[in-house]
């Protein structure tokens, strides 16, 4: 090959371009110069036509070895290059399996204590019979007061603090009824007689409004309210009903009750419900937890169904109330405050769902 010094020339400029491409995509532009179509390579063997014929032989074969030296030459400085890219990409994506598993939404994630409530409070009475039933928070004045026996001027109104929604006109011109927010979940008690037949036994949890605020008031508040009717259910079952919600309520074997003559427009006789405190560990005082009592024969002829042949309790509970109680709550308006910190306190995880056999709130 020393007689084409040129060719020697260009096969240490090609190893040297070789050897200083830093990464693959530079070494491809350096095989494509030498190699490719116009390559500097390529250009040599288009010359061997040009020479004279003893010239050629010689000529093709110092091309081809420098073509084969520069070919090797590509494929060792790819290798090289390759690895190293591997290298650098697994020192990158490595992931240090030491660190802390990261919390997922399951864990971060809290169940507000109203719903959890709820849910316990619809596991036992679903345990015990009693199915769901719901109703509109915008109702008529008819199911929220005068069906349930609460008549127009009845003072029983006043006391409710009711929310009025505008009065609206129909297309003829005349008034619509007036509509409200309901001020207590006891319309869905009309709701349910209106619509099945007896043998009733429902709950129906709920938002209830009234136009008022302190520490242990919100215009927004939650209700349940219990309606059994049949035939023969009496003051006894009430009794009993309540008193098995209780204990599986608070999670104790025995709860103290105090059933207190009381009035409500909707039940006669009408009672409200106190527990001995020892049932949240702080014996020594009572408190009020429930209004109930037997279902006001006008109420059930107000749902068209006679009250000489049937009759059944109710019962109507603060759902925010007994929450308080059980989970060491203070201050109501905490409740609707949206505050995550709140929330991390006093929330549930959502995989601990509330089951009798389970436990409730464990
Ligand atoms: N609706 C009543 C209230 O909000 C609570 C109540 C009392 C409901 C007695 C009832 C009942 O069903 O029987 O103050």
Redesign the pocket.
Known sequence: MAKFPELEALKSELLEQIEGAKNLAALEQVRIAALGKKGKISEQMAKLGTLPAEQRREFGQATNTVKAAVTEALEARKAVLEAAELEARLASERDDITLPVRLGPLAEGRIHPVSQVFDEVIEIFADMGFSVAEGPDIETDDYNFTKLNIPEEHPARQEHDTFYLRETTAADGSNRPRMLLR????PV?IRTMLSQKPPIRIIAPGR?YRCDSDQTHTPMFH?I???VIDESTHLGHLKWCLEEFCKAFFEVDEVKMRFRASH?P??EP?MEVDIDAAAIGKPGHWLEI????MVHPNVIRNCGLDPEKYQGF???MGLDRIAMLKYGIPDLRDMFAADLRWMKHYGFLPIDVPTLAGGLSS
């Open positions: 001020t207590h979940t006891s008690q209830v209700q309210e219990g309606l409500f909707f039940t009408s429930l209004g109930s009592g109710a019962f109507g």
